[in-house]
């Protein structure tokens, strides 16, 4: 467990009583299915390391990888599956990971965002923070990381680069998950 998990956890039992109450009521969602797709012009399902990244994390953490993709930055290909996969009832996390910065080739969150129901610019904002406060500097203005809702679904962009995934991960992620569910199928 990572220094900054457990300074998460200690703030957790300091929360007020109405947030700790809805963590409480979340314990139903701590096993949750997922889909996770890796976006990349370059990378191949052997070179890649953020997509597995992913799958470790969220089985080692009680979840289920119920689907594994990689596709190149293109927008109509990124939005068809996703697009499927909003559409099964054995999914309940979709995380795309890549395509999320400025060159003319990032296309995920053009391709994500028009499928939300409701954006968490939360999710966003928070991972910026903590890439600059731990890791890039202000070169965390690059990133477009985005999550939303849709369809009874959670939906989380992410950067294609491993230490990215792995803080959203760690740090964002895996702490809010079953709450998360919890407030999107309220």
């Known amino acids: 467990m990572y220094a900054s998990s457990q300074r ?3 703030r957790v039992s300091e929360l007020p009583e109405g947030t700790r109450a809805h963590r409480a009521d979340a314990k139903r969602f701590e096993h949750l299915r997922c889909a996770v797709l890796t976006v990349s012009d370059s990378r191949t399902l052997e070179t890649d390391e953020s997509g597995p990244s992913i799958g470790t994390a969220l089985t080692s953490a009680g979840h289920e990888v119920v689907d594994l993709a990689l596709l190149p930055n293109e927008e109509p290909r ?3 599956l996703v697009r499927g996969w909003l559409a099964r009832e054995d999914l309940d996390v979709i995380i795309v990971t890549g ?3 400025l060159s003319s080739r990032d296309r995920t969150i053009e391709a994500l965002t ?4 409701k954006a968490i610019p939360g999710f966003g904002e928070l991972f910026r923070m903590l890439g600059y406060q731990e890791q890039v500097g202000t070169a965390a203005i690059l990133s ?3 999550a939303g809702s849709a369809r009874g679904k959670l939906v989380v962009s992410l950067p294609g680069s491993r230490a990215a995934v792995d803080l959203a991960l760690q740090r964002i992620l895996l702490p809010e998950l079953a709450h998360l569910l919890r407030e999107i199928r309220r």
């Open 8 to 10: 998460n956890e200690k």
């Open 114 to 117: 028009p499928l939300f129901d």
């Open 99 to 101: 395509g999320t910065g």
């Open 78 to 80: 990124v939005r068809a």
């Open 144 to 146: 477009r990381a985005a």
